[in-house]
Structures are given as C-alpha cells and as structure tokens.
C-alpha cells in the first residue's frame, strides 16, 4: 500500500471514470473497464499527479447505499488493475455511498485511501434521503487491522442536507466524531468550484487536511491556496466526462500547482 503523503504544495488526485460497472444499465463489457483503470492510471502518474481515484461513475442511476456484489467484483478488478499498473496511490469511491464496499475493496486491491461522500448525517440526494453510516465504517476499519485512509466531503455536491448547521461545525464533527482524515469541499454540482469563502472559513476554523473536491482548473487554481489539494476530474477531460484524459492537461495543471 502506498500511503497519500500530503506535502507542503497542494497534492492533486486524479479521478477515473469508470465505464458502466456489470449490472448497470449502461454496461457493455469488462475488457474496457480494466483497461481504462490501467491507462488512465499510467498517463495520469506520467502527468505528475501525486494519487487517482477510481470511481463507478456512469453506473447511473446510482444505488443510494449498498452496491451489489457485481459493482463489487468490477470495481475491484478495475482498480487491482489501477493499483498494478503505477506506482502512486489509489483511492477508491463507491456511489453513491457504499463506504464499506469501498474499504473492502481497498483491502483486497492495496488501495490506499476511500472517499465517502455522506459519513454522517442525512442528505437529500436525487437516490432518497442517504444516512452516513461512520459508525459502521470505522469499525470495520479498525476489524480489517486500518490502514486505508478515510477522505469525507463535506456538503457533497447534488446534494442538500436534511438539517441545516454551520458548515464549519459539520467539518468539526467530521473529524472529531466522524474520525475522517481529511475533509473535502465542493461545489454544487460536479464541475463546479467550492465557494472560496467557504473554504477560507474552513481552512481558518477547523484543524484538518483539506481537499478541493470539484471545478479546479488553471483559472481558478488559487483556490489551491486555502486547501491541501484537489481531486481533478473533469479539466483533464476538457470538460467532456466521455473524453478520455489528456495529459497534457495533467502536466499543465500539476506544474501550476506546484507554485502554490
């Protein structure tokens, strides 16, 4: 396992989009999946990205919680195959929320850290009411003997909570009771930046690794300035999330990164 070492500069992690997963009503086969989980991995490592995450992105509609078991054997070849084809770290993110799908399969692959996007509270999301299930997670963490981080948004885009509080008190609870190990901010709608303000409030108030969660791009990379990195998904794609990756992108956002 290749742990995420957060440095003085930003980190930026790269997202891969999988395929439709077996099952979803978009799949078309297995072949294509592991090998997008391969390449995107290597031109993304190529790029200077510090991490990727693989995610189950275009299983739309998405399950609001649990995933069947053959999300879960797709999903674990495609990021076995993400793990074996670089030497940087892997995450993984199971949508909507399947958290224990996502550590388990973290185990089994040597991914490194997971993303869940409710950890606790309840959301309104467009799968239903989704409940953070942190009590649950971190335990099982703690049974399957650690060792995979715990990244939790924070206010995940489309999505709106069920009882509304300070941000900052959630982002509090997040890694005081929620037990996450870093907290990642984004804007409304995948795309879209986090609001700086936001950001700034968080970063100032609350004792925590902090990640920009959506809409970095070169335009807007100073919001860098109040986070310790960004996941990036849709700029290294042009904005199209069918396009494949360019890489020419990754370089382009990375080296401004580092000047943060």
Not at 29 to 55: L, P, Q
């Amino acid at each position: 396992m290749r742990r995420l070492e957060f440095a003085e500069r930003p980190v930026i992690i790269g997202v891969i989009h999988l395929p439709p997963t077996l099952g979803s009503p978009l799949f078309r086969n297995m072949d294509e999946i592991v090998e997008k989980a391969s390449k995107e991995a290597e031109i993304m490592e190529k790029g200077g990205v510090d991490a990727v995450i693989v995610e189950n992105f275009w299983d739309i509609p998405f399950y609001p919680r649990r995933v069947p078991p053959e999300t879960i054997a797709s999903m674990t070849l495609a990021v076995n195959a993400a793990v074996k084809s670089s030497s940087i770290p892997v995450g993984v993110n199971v949508l909507r929320n399947d958290s224990l799908a996502a550590l388990a399969i973290a185990k089994a692959t040597g991914a490194s850290f997971i993303r869940v996007n409710v950890l606790m509270w309840a959301y309104a999301t467009d799968q239903g009411i989704i409940e953070g299930e942190a009590f649950r997670l971190l335990r099982k963490r703690r049974e399957l003997g650690g060792g995979v981080d715990i990244f939790a948004d924070v206010r995940v885009k489309h999505a709106r909570p069920m009882v509304e509080q300070p941000i900052v008190d959630e982002a509090k609870d997040l890694i005081e009771r929620g037990l996450a190990d870093a907290i990642i901010v984004t804007g409304s709608r995948t795309g879209v930046p986090p609001d700086e303000h936001i950001l700034r409030e968080i970063r100032e108030k609350v004792d925590c690794k902090l990640l920009i969660g959506s809409g970095i791009t070169p335009e807007n990379v100073n919001l860098l300035k109040y986070a310790d990195g960004a996941i990036v998904g849709s700029y290294f794609r042009g904005g199209d999330l069918k396009a494949p990756i360019d890489q020419e992108k990754v370089k382009k956002l990375v080296e401004i990164a580092k000047r943060i």
